[in-house]
């Protein structure tokens, strides 16, 4: 079972950019497409970037042209930059393998208006 550690999130003004890091265990990290999940308080867990194992990526409107999502193989890692954060953006950020059901424990992003 593939274990997943987000970091980078934490408290930061309207405008301002996070880097957000996923390093998952194991080897299914480079045969699978990864994505990164946020879950806004008091609302479901929406996918909002993804990237293939070939590195085509796709992201949900709302984030378009501020989020980046990248991978590094050689790391087991996945990062989403986020810039130009909008107090919407706020809540629980999480990466999963599109090949395993696992969940990471999730890093907070707080957004301040």
């Known amino acids: 079972q593939v274990q997943l550690v987000e970091s980078g999130g934490g408290l930061v003004q309207a405008g301002g950019s996070l880097r957000l890091s996923c390093v998952a265990s194991?080897?299914?990290?480079?045969?699978?497409?990864m994505g990164w999940y946020r879950q806004a308080p008091g609302k479901q867990r929406e996918l909002v970037a993804a990237?293939?194992?070939?590195?085509?990526?796709t992201y949900v409107t709302a984030v378009k042209g501020r989020f980046t999502i990248s991978r590094d193989n050689a790391k087991n890692t996945v990062y989403l930059q986020m810039n130009s954060l909008k107090p919407e953006d706020t809540g629980v950020y999480y990466c999963?393998?599109?090949?395993?059901?696992?969940w990471g424990q999730g890093t907070q992003v707080t957004v301040s208006s």
């Open positions: 194991g080897s299914i990290f480079s045969s699978s497409g």
């Open positions: 999963k393998p599109f090949s395993s059901g696992s």
């Open positions: 990237i293939t194992t070939d590195d085509s990526k």
